[in-house]
Structures are given as C-alpha cells and as structure tokens.
C-alpha cells in the first residue's frame, strides 16, 4: 500500500478511509516500530496525495443522452458554459 | 336507557371517559376528513400547537394540530381559510370536550389532488414506505452523483454550481427528463431504474425547483415514489422549496429543500476536507513524533544497563581467555616445532651419507684399483701369449720342411709350376723337373721312371 504510484492511484475516497485507518492503528499504539515507521509513511504519502487531489480536482460532468435506442454520454455543458 | 332505576349514577369522568373510548374505538372516526372553515385560530407560541374550530354554516367543531404535525404544513392557516383537515375524534377529558386531532391539512382550493395525495400517502406509509430504518445511508466521499432533473431547468444549474464550489472532486452523471407533465412520472420512475442498472453514481438526487402542487406533482406519483423506494442507490429528494413536501420527500432516504441543499448534503465540503486531512496528517506527525520518542527513552534505558556502562567488564574476561588459549597455542606449535627439527636433523645426517662426492671419491678410487687390475691383467696375459708363441714358433720350427729337408730330403715340383711331384705316375721321362734342396734348387730331366711293384 504504500507504494507512491498505488498511491496517487486511489481514488480519493479510499486514500482518505486509508489514512484514518492508519491514524487509528498509530493511534492504538501497539504498532512495532518498523511497521509504524512504515504506516507513518504511507499515511504521510496518502495525506500527501488526498490534499493533491483536493487541490487538482477536475470535475467531469457528463449527461445520458438516447441515440438510436442507445443510450450514450456527452459532456453537460450548462447554458453559462455555452454562452 | 333507564339509568335512574337501574343504576347508580355515572360520575362525569367516567362518562367523558367512557365517551372517549366509545369514540376511538370507531374506526370512521379514528380516520376522517372533514371540511371547514377556520375559526378561533391560535398558535401557541411556547408549545408549537395550533387550536382552532372547524365551522360551517350550522356548528363547529373543536380541533387541534399539535405541533408535531403542523410543522410539515406548506401554509399558515388562519382564520376564515376554508381547509380539509384530516384526523381522529376523540375527547379532551379535562373539558369533556369533543376534539378533532388533526394530523394534515390542505387549503380547500387544493381540492381533488390533495385529497388523493393524502390518500396515497396514507396507503404508502401503511406499506412502510417511509419507515425511517429503511433509509440508507449516503456515502461521504461520492465518486459519481447522478442527477435525475431536467437537462435545462435551474435545479441542475445550482446543483453543478454547488458542488463545484463545494466538491469539485465528484463527478456528476445527469439523466435527463421531463418534470412535470404527463410522461414526467414515468421518466423519473425509468430513470431511477436505469441508474440502478448502470450502478455508476453512488448516490442519487432527484428533483426539481420550485412549482406549483400541479408542477410538482409527478413527484407525488405512486410509480416514482415506489422507484425510489426500490432504488439501491440511496436517494435525495430536492423537490420545490422550504414549504412544498412530496410523496418522493417522505420516501428518501434524505430530503433536501432545495436542489442546492441536496448537492451540499450529497458532498462533503472541499474545505472541511482539506482540513481533516491537514488534521490527520497533524496527528499522524504526533503520534510518530511521540512514538520516536517513546522507542527513544527505551533504547536510552537500555543503554544504562551495566552491559553497556562497562563493557570492558565483559571484555577482560575475554582476554584472559585470549591470553591462556595464546600461551597454550605457542606450547604447542613450539613442541611440534622441536619434533620436526629432530627430524630434520636426523634425515640430514642420513642424507649426508648419500652426499654424491662421497660416494664419487669412492667410485673413484675403486676404478684407479679396477684400471690397475685391468693393466695387470693384461700383461699377464700378453706374457702368457708370447710365451705360448715362442713355444709355438719352436713348434713349427721343429716341423718345417726345410729342416727335413737339411735332413736330405727333397721337394719335386714339375718346371716352371708348382704342382708337386708325390708319384711316378705324374711325370713322363723327358717332363722337367725342378728338385728343391734345403739350400736351393735344381733343373732337371727325367730319363726314365721305374714304379716299385711290392707296394
């Protein structure tokens, strides 16, 4: 888990559930010392990463749309976008 | 009734008492609707309840809305307003006082559809639609929200705008439909069912602004209430404003005022969440900082032990050790030492006799002795010869024919050839001769032969 590019790749949701995770087990304190090196590690990196995404969020926002009897995605543009 | 005769009297709280229970042990009274006009109109301001009567053109009724219920009312009634009210008959025992327990109430204008709206309601409640465990919970961290509302109405608008200024994180799928009109009903309802289907957004808002109870009304119908009701997806409602409940309102899980409010329930806060992760990481840096510290004083307290104090201690205890095993060790190489040099001493001796000059010398001397030997050997034997020779020589002296012949003897060759002349037979009279004497020869011719017959 703790490898940077597992990371990054953690949807935010997870990196954030992760993190508490790891405060909590740091936090019960019967962590041995190399696994708690290692936690403190990963949770830095996930912090590190949560606080990245909150920052470079980019928001997708797409609508369904029927074609043909098929249902698709188009980007949603709102009618301040179009103007 | 012939109570006088044939009973004791009743005391009043034992009629008002026994009228009561008479009263809501009715059915058709426990359920009913009644229409009327407002009168006597009081809001009590510490409680929260409303008392009023009902009136028509010839009684009233006394009636109260306890604040439990008039809360969800999307108007303030007042005197004259002419409402449907729903409720139960039962008594004020303090009074002896007939009253009806409202637990909704419609302006009468509504009419038709608030009396089936009521009904529906009712219904759906009985089914355990709205039963308050049955609601899901809403993720914190939404992936994806889907939004069933109309592609071009402001709901949308102020749901983006919202959840980007709150959560730019989340990704927002929007199924388009129609909310109001005929078919809206049943395009929220296949809506819903679709999302279920795609199983993409985590949480779903369905809804629209603000509107009439005509506008608002697929939000009321049973087939959306139900799609919302069987959704797995956990449902907000955002329907109309502050005051306008939908059937959909009391089905979701979560119901929001406006649409605005259902995108801030749906996402959590971008800053909030900035600052519970700075928080996490701020304790995260203690706990790791107090730990180190802890581990630190540990490994302190064990380097105060004697062990680590006077570590010489433990060390002489090894020298001495180093020292003995040194001493025996030069013991012992020194004995196997002298054994070896022993020996060495012993094989050179031994290869001292064998030195190559010695034996050289040796050899050479014994072949001085072996040439000398030799030498003699020789003599003697060239001695032994000449005298053998000279006895020979003596020998063949002695048988020399030239001695014979100085005895008188002769030799008779033919002439001029050296046949020799042993018989008479050989020569002819007239053949030469040449007769050979001891001191020379002579040249002779036979005259005649005469062969000696008594041999």
Redesign the interface.
């Known amino acids: 888990m703790s490898d940077q590019n597992q990371i990054e790749s953690l949807?935010?949701?997870k990196a954030?559930?992760r993190?508490?995770e790891?405060?909590r087990l740091?936090?019960k304190?019967d962590v041995p010392?190399e696994e708690?090196?290692r936690l403190?590690d990963e949770?830095?990196k996930l912090?590190g990463a949560?606080?990245q995404?909150?920052e470079w969020?980019?928001?997708?926002?797409?609508?369904?749309?029927q074609e043909n009897g098929e249902?698709i995605?188009k980007p949603?543009l709102?009618?301040?976008e179009l103007e | 009734m012939n109570i006088d005769i044939e009973r004791e009297p009743w005391s009043v709280s034992k009629l008002v008492n026994y009228l009561r229970g008479t009263l809501e042990l009715d059915d058709q009274l426990q359920k009913v609707w009644v229409e009327g006009e407002i009168t006597n109109f009081t809001h009590h301001i510490r409680s929260g309840h409303m008392y009023f009567s009902l009136k028509d053109e010839q009684t009233q009724l006394k009636a109260v809305m306890f604040a439990g219920y008039n809360r969800r009312l999307r108007f303030t009634p007042k005197n004259g307003d002419r409402v449907v009210a729903k409720g139960k008959l039962s008594v004020y025992e303090r009074d002896g006082q007939v009253q009806l327990y409202i637990h909704d109430l419609s302006l009468h204008g509504v009419g038709d559809l608030y009396v089936a709206f009521a009904r529906l309601k009712e219904q759906l409640e009985e089914e355990g639609l709205f039963d308050p465990t049955k609601k899901k919970e809403l993720?914190?961290?939404?992936?994806k929200i889907g939004v069933i509302t109309s592609?071009?109405g402001a709901a949308?608008?102020d749901i983006?705008t919202t959840?980007?200024r709150r959560?730019?994180?989340?990704?927002?799928?929007?199924?388009?439909v129609s909310v109001q009109g005929k078919t809206a009903a049943k395009e929220v309802a296949k809506a819903i069912a679709?999302m279920n289907q795609l199983k993409e957004a985590e949480v779903l808002i369905v809804g629209r602004g603000g509107g009439s109870m005509e506008e608002l009304w697929a939000f009321n119908e049973e087939i959306v209430v139900r799609s919302i009701f069987e959704s797995e997806i956990p449902v907000i409602s955002a329907v109309g404003h502050e005051t306008d409940f939908t059937l959909s309102d009391f089905v979701a899980d979560l119901r929001a005022a406006t649409p605005t409010a259902a995108a801030e329930l749906a996402v959590p806060h971008?800053e909030e969440?900035?600052e519970?992760?700075?928080s996490?990481?701020k304790?995260?840096?203690h706990?790791?900082t107090t730990?180190i510290s802890l581990?630190r004083d540990r490994v302190r307290q064990l380097l105060s032990r004697p062990i680590f104090q006077q570590p010489r201690a433990r060390l002489e205890q090894y020298t001495q050790r180093i020292d003995y095993l040194h001493s025996d060790l030069t013991k012992a190489i020194e004995k196997r030492l002298k054994t070896h040099q022993h020996l060495l001493e012993r094989l050179g001796e031994q290869l001292q006799r064998y030195q190559p000059q010695v034996t050289l010398s040796k050899q050479r001397e014994r072949l001085t002795y072996l040439q000398k030997d030799l030498f003699r050997a020789i003599y003697r034997q060239v001695e032994e010869k000449q005298g053998k020779h000279l006895r020979l020589i003596d020998q063949l002296d002695a048988l020399s024919p030239l001695k014979v012949m100085q005895r008188g003897y002769s030799l008779v060759y033919r002439f001029k050839q050296d046949e020799l002349i042993q018989s008479v037979k050989q020569v002819q009279p007239g053949d030469l001769i040449r007769v050979r004497l001891s001191d020379g020869q002579l040249k002779c011719q036979i005259w005649g032969a005469k062969e000696d017959k008594d041999e």
């Open positions: 949807p935010f949701e954030i559930e993190l508490e790891v405060v740091l936090e304190g010392l708690a090196i403190f949770g830095m912090a949560c606080n995404k909150l969020a980019e928001q997708q926002i797409e609508m369904l749309v249902w995605r949603f709102s009618e301040e | 993720p914190s961290y939404p992936y592609a071009s949308i608008r983006i959840i980007k959560y730019p994180l989340v990704h927002v799928l929007l199924f388009p679709m971008l969440l900035k519970k992760v700075t996490l990481q304790r995260l840096i706990i790791q730990m581990w």
